[in-house]
């Protein structure tokens, strides 16, 4: 922890400017920091964390814009220019309606207005090892979703001070370093629709305490090995969202639930939490998501009210009361608005405000 008693988290893995297209046509196209890691460090920011970032970013527009935003939620960006730097990833959400009539969104990697591919993740390399590892002790998470032997390096030095490592793969990739993350990290989280079984996590050789499932729609379960034994797997329901804008990020915000009420203190919190605290740090973090499903986006609704408000919100929703009004976002909080992050202002969508931002051309 800081000198100010807030627990401290270290990130790496996907930090991107997201660019969000609404439902609605005639809305502005919002731009914001994103990405798995991006948005659980933003949460845990917002829930009193103090979040550190490890990143590549070089200043460009798209770099600017996410440090601006996360900052604006207490991110600290003391290891975020890691060498060699590169381009932040930009990542295009649309929002549209799908055949049942519920919204749906899909992430694409071009530009929707010139077609040019956008700048895409880099892991960090052993530079951010020499620069990053002396700032470790004391921390309480380390947070990584994607993976690199630098990334492992980081994170097995974080474990042996005593931080909860948590790992969410967005898929397998290489197994050698797949399996070497189930070594070092204390929670695991995966989809079921993007990894549909898991294999080996909790085998005598890894580390794995608490394994999660999420089931999209149908909730999450989860198994534990507290006590040295496997556990059976354990249901939780999803809780049911007030309102239904957009589901992307709601995953993140269950993360962030999650670590934040078993992990604060690191390993030891972990330990000393057990299956219950967990089941219930889950649940809370079921409740962030459902109430993220309100709101347009992965964090929409950081932006769309106070902080007493949310926290009023999160404990009727735990409570099982969800009569509240919808609000909509206030668009002077977003730092952002723009057109084509890759070349210079073109057209508005059509019937919509000029949302350019006179963007320089990234390189390649």
Not at 235 to 240: F, G, H, K, S
Not at 290 to 309: H, I, P, Q, S, V
Not at 315 to 341: Q, T, W, Y
Not at 347 to 359: F, I, N, Q
């Amino acid at each position: 922890m800081t000198s100010s008693g807030q627990p401290i988290v270290f990130g790496t893995g996907l930090i991107a400017l997201d660019r969000v297209m609404g439902m609605d046509p005639t809305s502005p196209i919002r731009a914001w920091a994103g990405g798995t890691c991006g948005n659980v460090l933003s949460i845990l920011a917002y829930l009193g964390w103090d979040a550190y970032p490890i990143a590549r970013m070089n200043g460009d527009p798209a770099s600017e814009h996410v440090q601006a935003d996360m900052t604006r939620w207490g991110v600290r960006f003391d290891f975020a220019g890691c060498t060699p730097t590169c381009h932040t990833p930009i990542i295009v959400q649309e929002i549209r309606r799908g055949r049942n009539g519920e919204p749906t969104h899909r992430f694409v990697r071009s530009c929707p207005e010139c077609g040019h591919w956008l700048p895409g993740f880099k892991a960090i390399t052993r530079t951010a090892v020499n620069a990053v590892e002396h700032a470790l002790p004391g921390t309480a998470v380390f947070f990584i979703d994607r993976l690199s032997r630098a990334t492992l390096s980081l994170a097995a030095r974080a474990s042996a001070e005593g931080a909860v490592v948590m790992f969410e793969p967005s898929g397998r990739g290489d197994q050698k370093l797949f399996s070497e993350a189930l070594r070092i990290a204390h929670i695991i989280k995966y989809s079921e629709h993007r990894l549909a079984i898991v294999e080996g996590v909790m085998q005598d050789d890894t580390a794995v305490l608490v394994e999660v499932r999420t089931l999209g729609a149908h909730g999450l379960k989860f198994r534990h090995r507290f006590g040295n034994q496997v556990s059976k797997w354990c249901v939780l329901d999803a809780v049911p969202a007030p309102f239904l804008a957009d589901t992307c990020g709601s995953g993140d915000w269950c993360t962030a639930g999650l670590l934040a009420e078993v992990a604060a203190k690191g390993q030891e919190g972990l330990h000393q939490a057990g299956p219950e605290k967990v089941r219930a740090a889950l649940r809370y973090g079921q409740a962030l998501a459902a109430w993220n499903c309100g709101f347009e986006g992965a964090r929409g609704g950081m932006y769309a009210m106070d902080r007493a408000t949310f926290l009023q919100q999160i404990e009727a929703l735990m409570a099982g009361h969800a009569n509240f009004a919808k609000r909509s976002p206030n668009d002077e909080l977003f730092n952002a608005i723009v057109s084509c992050p890759a070349y210079p202002p073109v057209r508005p969508r059509s019937g919509g405000p000029d949302t350019s931002a006179g963007y320089r051309r990234l390189g390649k």
